[in-house]
């Protein structure tokens, strides 16, 4: 059965420092790959996604996650983090056989101090 | 576009009370979702939809039931409140099966059982 790893549950850095928030999965066949964020009292939203094609996915404010298939890896990393950055922020999978049912990830606490 | 709204916010029930979750979204998404998040372990799928009148259960089903009479609505029944069900729920609802559509959550109902 598939299942999703965050590795750390919480992760305090400093403005302007870089982070990364780790993401292992096991499956095994082919999976779609998600990370969502959400941000106090709020609903998630989708961050990126890698379905196929290039590994590395962006998404629109400097977050970047590389899919390792060989490590079934998919670390989420923002060069240099933001006050407005901090959030929860959740790994997700679903393998391609699974009518678009998604498996999280526990969640890691990204804060941000000044 | 309101999106995916649910009501209420926040309740309390009491052991063995029952009540109904309300889901509804106004973008005809055709798959609609239950979640609940509990504190360190992600989300977990309850229930989902894949259009009206169909229904299937996903990860944690017991204690719960739906129903998806109409496509913009997809309640959420708790029959016999207990303790275990204390948690943070989520509806959510995307437009199809693929995964280039986006699954678009709402704010969630803080639900304690004491």
């Known amino acids: 059965a598939q299942s999703v790893t965050q590795l750390d549950s919480q992760v305090p850095v400093f403005e302007e420092a870089p982070v990364e928030l780790r993401c292992n999965y096991s499956s095994s066949v082919s999976v779609y790959l998600f990370w969502y964020v959400q941000y106090p009292n709020q609903g998630l939203q989708l961050l990126l996604k890698y379905l196929s094609g290039s590994t590395l996915v962006e998404s629109i404010n400097g977050f970047e996650a590389e899919f390792n298939k060989s490590q079934t890896s998919f670390h989420l990393r923002k060069p240099s983090v933001h006050i407005s950055d901090t959030a929860e922020y959740f790994c997700a999978v679903s393998e391609s056989n699974q009518g678009g049912k998604l498996i999280f990830g526990q969640g890691t606490e990204l804060s941000v101090k000044p | 576009n309101a999106g995916v709204t649910q009501t209420p916010k926040f309740r309390i029930l009491k052991i063995g009370q029952s009540m109904t979750l309300q889901c509804t979204q106004d973008m005809n998404h055709n798959y609609m979702y239950w979640y609940r998040q509990d504190p360190g372990m992600g989300l977990k799928l309850i229930y989902y939809s894949v259009g009206a009148g169909i229904t299937d259960k996903g990860e944690v089903p017991n204690g719960y039931n739906v129903s998806r009479s109409t496509t913009e609505d997809f309640p959420l029944r708790l029959e016999l409140a207990a303790p275990s069900q204390t948690s943070v729920y989520f509806c959510?609802?995307?437009?199809?099966?693929?995964?280039?559509?986006?699954?678009?959550f709402g704010p969630g109902t803080r639900l304690t059982v004491t």
């Open positions: 959510a609802s995307k437009m199809g099966q693929g995964f280039s559509y986006e699954q678009y």
